[in-house]
């Protein structure tokens, strides 16, 4: 498969109409896609990369690590097989960005998923996961109050698999090792779950589609 792009921050090239944001980072070919709120939610303001410079941060790094899907972890961490962003890109002035904030970023984050082509869409948090619910799963479904039953277990998406991931910042006991064994089981499963295609044409390359 050809690379999308080598560049690790803000691969697309992203300038919303905001004084401070915090663009996409890591592979841009990779596997896996994980999708958090907005910077003030889950950090980078002050270091500019999605998931750094706060403890839930870190804590959700650290598990990232052990899952495989970072090589290492700090405010630039390396990463494995893993492409980080948030459904708003943007800084907020306030706690969270309003409604019309959300709506107007969010063909940022669709840009990304859909030249991503990730396999795995891993929302973090109650908003990233209704988003990506209503918009990459076959079917919608309120998770107010499901999002602990969602934690780290597998929903069948429109061409994705989903692994809802639990806010860091509310972690019990147990939540980050549930996520390292759950994505840890599915590396060593077809997870890509594709078809090559390449025997039906002229030539040795395959073509694989999923």
Same mark, same amino acid.
């Given at each position: ?53 706060? /403890?839930? %941060? #870190? *804590?959700?790094? !650290? &598990?990232?690590? @052990? $899952? ?34 959300? /709506?107007? %970023? #969010? *063909?940022?984050? !669709? &840009?990304?998923? @859909? $030249? ?37 277990? #597998? ?56």
């Amino acid at each position: 498969m050809q690379n999308v792009t080598d560049r690790v921050s803000n691969p697309f090239g992203f300038r919303p109409d905001c004084e401070r944001f915090v663009p996409g980072y890591g592979d841009a070919n990779a596997d896996f896609h994980v999708v958090g709120d907005h910077p003030k939610a889950h950090g980078g303001v002050d270091t500019g990369v999605p998931f750094t410079g706060t /403890a839930a %941060a #870190e *804590r959700l790094q !650290d &598990t990232l690590l @052990r $899952a495989g899907l970072l090589k290492t972890t700090g405010d630039r961490p390396t990463v494995a097989d893993a492409y980080l962003s948030y459904l708003h890109l943007c800084v907020p002035e306030g706690d969270e960005p309003t409604a019309a904030a959300y /709506a107007d %970023a #969010e *063909r940022f984050l !669709d &840009t990304e998923v @859909r $030249a991503i082509t990730a396999h795995v869409l891993l929302p973090v948090g109650q908003r990233a996961t209704q988003y990506v619910l209503d918009n990459y799963t076959a079917r919608a479904r309120t998770v107010d109050e499901e999002l602990d039953g969602l934690h780290a277990t #597998e929903v069948r998406g429109a061409g994705w698999l989903v692994f809802p991931v639990r806010d860091p910042r509310e972690w019990a006991d147990g939540d980050g090792d549930a996520l390292v064994d759950a994505l840890t089981r599915l590396r060593q499963t077809d997870y890509r779950r594709e078809s090559d295609l390449g025997r039906f044409l002229p030539g040795d390359d395959p073509y694989r589609v999923r």
